[in-house]
Every structure is written in structure tokens, then in C-alpha cells.
């Protein structure tokens, strides 16, 4: 499975952004796909996760704000990104797991694929 995002910016607070995420290979075998971040000096941490049966996980800090979603005739994962914030700013990956015995995705998930990130910069 291979994972490659785009979409990242600079982008002014309050603006809205979509991610995507192209996913590639052995499609089929993909159960749940996330977003995470990682700003500079911090870990990586989840953002949203959505399952194949379509349920989701949002990290506190951006439900509400933040929409995942996949279109699976695409191959394609997004996340909606709106009234962002700076503390929004950082290093974006999609990522990609493909244990069927997951049914609600979880901010500790295991995933097993990662694309290579895009970068969204929030200004003040």
C-alpha cells in the first residue's frame, strides 16, 4: 500500500483547507485510514480516523472543525480542515491499516502504512 498526501499550505486563521490522501496498491486489504500531525519538537498525533463501515475518530481538539471522510472508488481520503487555528500548524500524514478486526478506530490505532506528509502552516 503506498499513501501519498497533498493539499498542505499557508493558510490565514479561521481559513479552510482540504487534505488528500491517494492510496495506492493493495487497496482491498485497507480497513482503517487517519490523519495525524506532528508539529516541530512535539510526537506525532492522531487527528481522525475512519474506519471501512464508515465510523470515525476525531481528537478533541478538532471536533467540530475537522472532517474525515474517504471515497473509496477513488482510493482517496480527505480531511476538511475548517476555522483553523495556528496551534493547527504542522506536518500532516496519512496513514493506513489493515486489521478487519478493527470496528471503531481509536486514537491508538496501529497502522501499518504512512505517506511521506504535506505541510499546512496556519498564520495569525
Known amino acids: 500500500v503506498q499513501l501519498v498526501e497533498s493539499g498542505g499550505t499557508l493558510v490565514q486563521a479561521g481559513g479552510s483547507l482540504r487534505l488528500s490522501c491517494a492510496a495506492s496498491?493493495?487497496?482491498?486489504?485497507?480497513?482503517?485510514m487517519g490523519w495525524y500531525h506532528q508539529a516541530p519538537g512535539a510526537e506525532r498525533e492522531s487527528v481522525a480516523a475512519?474506519?471501512?463501515?464508515?465510523?470515525?475518530y476525531y481528537a478533541d481538539s478538532v471536533k467540530g472543525r475537522f472532517t474525515i471522510s474517504r471515497d473509496n472508488a477513488k482510493n482517496t481520503l480527505y480531511l476538511q480542515m475548517n476555522s483553523l487555528k495556528p496551534e493547527d500548524t504542522a506536518m500532516y500524514y496519512c496513514?493506513?491499516?489493515?486489521?478487519?478486526?478493527?470496528?471503531?478506530?481509536?486514537?491508538?490505532?496501529?497502522?501499518?502504512?504512512w505517506g511521506q506528509g504535506t505541510q499546512v502552516t496556519v498564520s495569525s
Open positions: 496498491g493493495s487497496i482491498s486489504d485497507i480497513n482503517v
Open positions: 496513514a493506513a491499516q489493515t486489521d478487519w478486526g478493527v470496528v471503531f478506530p481509536t486514537a491508538t490505532t496501529q497502522f501499518d502504512y
Open positions: 475512519i474506519s471501512s463501515g464508515g465510523k470515525t
